[in-house]
């Protein structure tokens, strides 16, 4: 078991591989993707592939296992507050986010400290915001968690313009638990590798993240 769950790890550099046809769509101005694929339907683990375009050519750098949401991939505009699903299409990443003061990222970086929380009371006007200080609201979850689950993520721009109340909320890329835990609608990966992915964002490439 330890075995296959190493190589289901293993980050892929420079590899030949036929880019996706979710990439041919993309506006000509992005050079990094993230695509994430679940395993089958209704599934908590998926596959996650990161893409960069040099001319016209895609090219996969990573290709990892991932988590998702425990009810798995929810259907185009079917995303809803507390279903326990991974909103999919086509979001761009960013900022990134943690513990440290800053970390090695080319996005741009926000430190999560003790009072800066998350908003995902739908009846709150910061619904879907990220609130320093105490939330005018009932629900919210805090950045600085105690466990690691958020020492390292990325927040990917899900339901931000317009915010659609109840529609979904506070959805990241960030450490996972275990390789076989899944997340309330996020998108997690083994810390390793989210540092690598961390390193390799940029955002002057205008990075989205394809989730389908």
Same mark, same amino acid.
């Given at each position: 078991?330890?075995?296959? %769950?190493?190589?289901?790890?293993? =980050?892929?550099?420079? @590899?030949?591989?036929?880019?996706?046809?979710?990439?041919?769509? %993309?506006? !000509?101005?992005?050079?990094?993707?993230?695509?994430?694929?679940?395993?089958?339907?209704?599934?908590? #683990?998926? #596959? %996650?592939?990161?893409?960069?375009?040099?001319?016209?050519?895609?090219?996969?750098?990573?290709?990892?296992?991932? &988590?998702?949401?425990?009810?798995?991939?929810?259907? =185009?505009?079917?995303?809803?507050?507390? $279903?326990?699903?991974?909103?999919?299409?086509?979001?761009?990443? +960013?900022?990134?986010?943690?513990?440290?003061?800053?970390?090695?990222? +080319?996005?741009?970086?926000?430190?999560?400290? $003790?009072?800066?929380?998350?908003?995902? $009371?739908?009846?709150?006007?910061?619904?879907?915001?990220?609130?320093? !200080?105490?939330?005018? =609201?009932?629900?919210?979850?805090?950045?600085?968690? @105690? $466990?690691?689950?958020?020492?390292?993520?990325?927040?990917?721009?899900?339901?931000?313009?317009?915010?659609?109340?109840?529609?979904?909320?506070?959805?990241?890329?960030? &450490?996972?638990?275990?390789?076989?835990?899944?997340? =309330?609608? @996020?998108?997690?990966?083994?810390?390793?590798?989210?540092?690598?992915?961390?390193?390799?964002?940029? #955002?002057?490439?205008?990075? &989205?993240?394809?989730?389908?």
């Amino acid at each position: 078991m330890k075995i296959i %769950l190493v190589l289901s790890l293993l =980050a892929l550099s420079g @590899c030949s591989t036929i880019a996706p046809q979710a990439l041919q769509g %993309l506006d !000509g101005s992005i050079s990094q993707a993230i695509l994430v694929h679940p395993i089958k339907q209704n599934y908590n #683990q998926a #596959q %996650l592939s990161a893409w960069q375009k040099e001319g016209n050519k895609w090219h996969r750098l990573y290709f990892v296992s991932a &988590v998702i949401g425990r009810n798995g991939l929810a259907s =185009a505009g079917g995303k809803k507050e507390g $279903d326990g699903k991974t909103p999919s299409g086509t979001y761009p990443l +960013g900022p990134a986010f943690g513990y440290a003061s800053s970390i090695d990222t +080319g996005l741009s970086y926000r430190q999560a400290t $003790d009072i800066d929380f998350w908003v995902d $009371d739908a009846r709150s006007m910061q619904y879907n915001h990220w609130v320093h !200080g105490t939330p005018a =609201a009932s629900s919210f979850e805090k950045m600085k968690r @105690c $466990d690691n689950l958020y020492e390292y993520g990325i927040v990917i721009g899900y339901n931000t313009n317009p915010i659609i109340p109840g529609a979904g909320s506070a959805i990241f890329m960030h &450490v996972w638990r275990r390789y076989n835990s899944s997340t =309330a609608g @996020c998108v997690a990966i083994n810390e390793r590798y989210l540092r690598k992915i961390l390193h390799w964002l940029d #955002q002057r490439y205008q990075p &989205v993240i394809i989730l389908e």
